[in-house]
T-cell receptor
Framework: GENVEQHPSTLSVQEGDSAVIKCTYSDSASNYFPWYKQELGKRPQLIID?????GEKKDQRIAVTLNKTAKHFSLHITETQPEDSAVYFC??????????????FGKGTHLIIQP | EAGVVQSPRYKIIEKKQPVAFWCNPI?????LYWYRQNLGQGPELLIRYENEEAVDDSQLPKDRFSAERLKGVDSTLKIQPAELGDSAVYLC???????????FGQGTRLTVV
């Protein structure tokens, strides 16, 4: 099965600064890498995703980079705002056409935006 | 468009009692997931369905947990008997298929006392 490690577990940044969260995975056959944002008491919601044939993807202040050789991918948030405060989860999808497929999540990063 | 609907939102039961959760996925979504999320942790996959077939249930504690997805639409997850350690939020998610966004329901917060 897949093993996903996410760092840091807590990240505090000043409003307006950038935040970077990194995840590593173990199975080189993994091929889909979404990031979810979960606000307190709410459901996880997708904010950006990337597939294994792409190295970088950007959506306004959010970007994700993927290094397949090193088996890690990162979430970058620029010009952070108070509403960015939440828990962020990376996830990895391994599809092999057989067992042990599915979406495996990291343990989460609690992002705190300091005013 | 309605999202993933789960019920109940909250459930408090005594240990050794049975409990069931229900999930209605987004219309047309073939893939359905059940996850368990403990406080301060990421969601952990319990079972994944492709239509009505359970294709990944390796993490489901089969001695007390069971799930079904009749007709490839709604799904129920059951625990019998519940233990104190089962207290968590149970999340249902659905997607069109592989490599696509999984949409989550609001979850059911289970407290076993």
């Amino acid at each position: 099965g897949e093993n996903v490690e996410q760092h840091p577990s807590t990240l505090s940044v000043q409003e307006g600064d950038s935040a970077v969260i990194k995840c590593t995975y173990s199975d080189s056959a993994s091929n889909y890498f979404p990031w979810y944002k979960q606000e307190l008491g709410k459901r996880p919601q997708l904010i950006i995703d990337i597939r294994s044939n792409v190295g970088e993807k950007k959506d306004q202040r959010i970007a994700v980079t993927l290094n397949k050789t090193a088996k890690h991918f990162s979430l970058h948030i620029t010009e952070t705002q108070p509403e960015d405060s939440a828990v962020y989860f990376c996830a990895v999808y391994l599809y092999s056409g057989g067992g042990a497929d599915g979406l495996t999540f990291g343990k989460g990063t609690h992002l705190i935006i300091q005013p | 468009e309605a999202g993933v609907v789960q019920s109940p939102r909250y459930k408090i039961i005594e240990k050794k009692q049975p409990v069931a959760f229900w999930c209605n996925p987004i219309s047309g979504h073939n893939t359905l997931y059940w996850y368990r999320q403990n406080l301060g942790q990421g969601p952990e996959l319990l079972i994944r369905y492709e239509n009505e077939e359970a294709v990944d249930d390796s993490q489901l504690p089969k001695d007390r947990f069971s799930a079904e997805r009749l007709k490839g639409v709604d799904s129920t997850l059951k625990i019998q008997p519940a233990e104190l350690g089962d207290s968590a939020v149970y999340l249902c998610a659905s997607s069109f298929g592989v490599y696509t966004e999984a949409f989550f329901g609001q979850g059911t917060r289970l407290t076993v006392v």
